[in-house]
Nanobody, 121 residues
Framework: QVQLVESGGGLVQPGESLRLSCAAS????????MGWFRQAPGKERELVARITSGGSTEYGNAVKGRFTISRDGRKNTVNLQMSDLKGEDTAIYYC???????????????WGQGTQVTVSS
């Protein structure tokens, strides 16, 4: 099992920046992906950004060029720097850790409790 502890989030005005952080507990196995998803009211959960253990990144189309994800492999933490925030970025942001279990021959997903980001003037 992996426990994910998120920090950051809050209320900001359009155009401002915010930083989210997520720390993963020791699990005894390697985490292949760490990243962030978000879910707005009435909408499905969507990918914001994720990063592999090797440093490769992937971003959702809505945030490309505005958000940057980084990972500290030694501390097993992932950070999301969000810039030029817009009203449509308002959502609950969830930290995600993904691990491939060879024993189960399947991907395992672990989720944080979520942190609210509200962008409003």
């Amino acid at each position: 099992q992996v426990q994910l502890v998120e920090s950051g989030g809050g209320l900001v005005q359009p155009g401002e920046s915010l930083r989210l952080s997520c720390a993963a507990s020791e699990s005894g196995f390697s985490i292949n992906y760490m990243g962030w998803f978000r879910q707005a009211p009435g909408k499905e959960r969507e990918l914001v950004a994720r990063i592999t253990s090797g440093g490769s990144t992937e971003y959702g189309n809505a945030v490309k060029g505005r958000f940057t994800i980084s990972r500290d492999g030694r501390k097993n933490t992932v950070n999301l720097q969000m810039s030029d925030l817009k009203g449509e970025d308002t959502a609950i942001y969830y930290c995600n850790a993904r691990h491939y279990s060879s024993a189960k021959n399947a991907w395992e997903d672990f989720w944080g409790q979520g942190t609210q980001v509200t962008v409003s003037s």
